[in-house]
Structure formats: structure tokens, C-alpha cells
């Protein structure tokens, strides 16, 4: 039972790289979502999509892109890695009926060097 | 704009001891709210929920939080701390329109003494 599954779990990036968070969900689950988590801050939503094909921003979409092509899959995209994009990242994701609790992977810790 | 406040970064505890930990909500309809627990390098697993009804709720490993409308507050409490109970706990409050998405307080740090 995998539930939501994240990959990489560690990865240091190079100022001016670009690379892929992968997230994937085995729920069926309509939402998933993207957030971040730096000390002392709460998570904060980076982006979220309620279905295949459909993406929205959060709090605090800029420098990242986010595509949901398929139910299970919602990568992020962070391009131009910054110093300030230096966190861990957590992917989550619920069924589609309102209040349903919202499953969290394992989280993602990137270092942006 | 819904915000949540965890007005206590740190709180240090004896094992044994019974534990509050503090949430205040705001958010302009009835609310979702949550509380998840995060061990050092874990992602976040649900403690309790509350969405409508009873408003004490009861969790997982012996936890329990208490929805107060008046008050704008879900505290979080247990009886008797356990060692193992060391982690970080968030409080959330999630929207119910669409996306339900959620919101997160800056989450309280627990420390248990033996």
C-alpha cells in the first residue's frame, strides 16, 4: 500500500539548475497538492490540481511549474534553481469528496547550492 | 483569508504530564480543521479532524481536540505524555470550497522530559 510516493528524497542543485520532483498517488485520488516547508513556517501551498488536466496556483507558486497529465502523477518543476528554493517539499493528495483527510508523502529535502 | 496561529513555538513537557497545545483559526464559514504530528524527517501524519458534529474530536494515539467557535479554537490536548510523543505538531484549517485546500500554522515544536 504506497499511498503517495515522492522521488528524490535528497538533492543538491547547482544556482541556475533545473530538475523535476516527481510525485506520484496509487489512491485514485482526484486533488493533489505541492507544498514547501522551510523552518519555523508552516507548510505553505505551492501549487494543487482537483483533476487530470487541471492545475491552479497557491500561496507561493513562483519559480515552479506543475503539469497533471494523468490522476496518479503530479510532478514539480522548479526551474532556474535559487538559493531561496532551498527546502523540503511535500506532496499530498485526497479523494474527491469535500473534508476528505489529505494524505502527505514522505517530503523531498532540496538544497539549492 | 483563512490564517491559523500556533501562538507557542516551543513547549517542553514531563512524561506523564497532560499536554495542550494551543490553535486559533480564521476563516469565514464553519471550518475544516486538522491536526497533524511530524517526526524529525517524516512527512505528516493525521492526528484528528474535525469537520461538523461533536465538537471533541478524538484522534490517534490517545489524542484529542476540542472545537470552540466562540473562541475561534481547536486545542489540541492528551491526558498523559508519552516520551515517544516528542515531534512537531501542526494545526490546520482547511477551506471548503473548492480544492479544500489547506492551511498551516507555524506548528509548535514538543519536547518530553523523562
Known amino acids: 500500500n504506497a499511498g503517495v510516493t515522492q522521488t528524490p528524497k535528497f538533492r543538491i542543485l547547482k544556482i541556475g539548475q533545473s530538475m523535476t520532483l516527481q510525485c506520484a498517488q496509487d489512491m485514485n485520488h482526484n486533488y493533489m497538492y505541492w507544498y514547501r516547508q522551510d523552518p519555523g513556517m508552516g507548510l505553505k501551498l505551492i501549487y494543487y490540481?482537483?483533476?487530470?488536466?487541471?492545475?491552479d496556483k497557491g500561496e507561493v507558486p513562483n519559480g515552479y511549474n506543475v503539469s497533471r497529465s494523468t490522476t496518479e502523477d503530479f510532478p514539480l518543476r522548479l526551474e532556474l534553481a535559487a538559493p531561496s528554493q532551498t527546502s523540503v517539499y511535500f506532496c499530498a493528495s485526497r479523494a474527491g469528496s469535500s473534508g476528505n483527510t489529505i494524505y502527505f508523502g514522505e517530503g523531498s529535502w532540496l538544497t539549492v547550492v | 483569508a483563512q490564517s491559523v496561529t500556533q501562538p507557542d513555538i516551543h513547549i517542553t513537557v514531563s512524561e506523564g504530564a497532560s499536554l495542550e497545545l494551543r490553535c486559533n483559526y480564521s476563516y469565514g464559514a464553519t471550518p475544516y480543521l486538522f491536526w497533524y504530528v511530524q517526526s524529525p524527517g517524516q512527512g505528516l501524519q493525521l492526528l484528528l479532524k474535525?469537520?461538523?458534529?461533536?465538537?471533541l474530536v478524538q484522534g490517534i494515539k490517545g489524542f484529542e481536540a476540542e472545537f470552540k467557535r466562540s473562541q475561534s479554537s481547536f486545542n489540541l490536548r492528551k491526558p498523559s505524555v508519552h516520551w515517544s510523543d516528542a515531534a512537531e505538531y501542526f494545526c490546520a484549517v482547511g477551506d471548503t470550497g473548492g480544492g479544500n485546500k489547506l492551511t498551516f500554522g507555524t506548528g509548535t515544536q514538543l519536547k518530553v522530559e523523562l
Open positions: 490540481s482537483v483533476g487530470a488536466g487541471i492545475t
Open positions: 474535525y469537520f461538523s458534529g461533536d465538537t
